[in-house]
C-alpha cells in the first residue's frame, strides 16, 4: 500500500471514532460502576446529614434568639429593682433620720429602733388559761 493506502485507513478510523464519540458509549466497567453508585450514597448520606444540622442549627438559633428577649427582659427588670431598692434605702435612711431628731432629747437612738411590742410567753399564755378556767 501506498502513502495513500494508510492514509485511507487512518480515515476510516478517525471516522469511526467519531462516530462513536457521537453516539456515545454505554460500557461501563461493573467496578466503575459500584465506585459510582458508593459515591452516590455518600454523597445522599452527606446530604441528608446536612438537612439535619441545619435543622438543629435552626433550632439553637431560635433557642438562643429566645434567650437573649428573655436575658434582656431579666436585665430591665433588675435595673428596675435595683433602682427601687435605692430609692427605698434613701427612704429608709431619712426616716431613720427623722426618728433620730425626734428621739434625740427623749431617749437614746438605740431605744428607738427596738420594738416596743413583745410577745408574751408560753407561761404566762398557760397561766391566763387556767385562770380563765378557775373563773368558769
Known amino acids: 500500500m501506498g502513502q495513500r493506502g494508510y492514509r485511507g485507513v487512518w480515515m476510516l478510523v478517525a471516522g469511526l471514532g467519531c462516530i462513536a464519540a457521537v453516539a456515545g458509549c454505554d ?3 461493573p467496578a466503575l460502576q459500584a465506585q459510582i453508585e458508593q459515591l452516590r450514597t455518600e454523597v445522599q448520606n452527606a446530604n441528608m446529614e446536612k438537612a439535619q444540622l441545619q435543622n438543629q442549627l435552626s433550632a439553637a438559633i431560635r433557642a438562643k434568639d429566645d434567650l437573649q428577649v428573655h436575658f434582656d427582659e431579666l436585665t430591665k427588670a433588675n435595673r428596675e429593682k435595683t433602682a427601687q431598692i435605692a430609692n427605698l434605702e434613701h427612704a429608709l435612711a431619712t426616716e431613720r433620720e427623722k426618728v433620730a431628731k425626734l428621739t434625740r432629747g427623749k431617749a437614746p437612738a438605740k431605744a428607738a429602733m427596738k420594738p416596743t411590742h413583745k ?4 407561761k404566762k399564755k398557760a397561766t391566763k388559761k387556767t385562770q380563765a378556767a378557775k373563773r368558769l
Open 119 to 122: 410577745a408574751p410567753s408560753a
Open 27 to 29: 460500557y461501563w466497567p
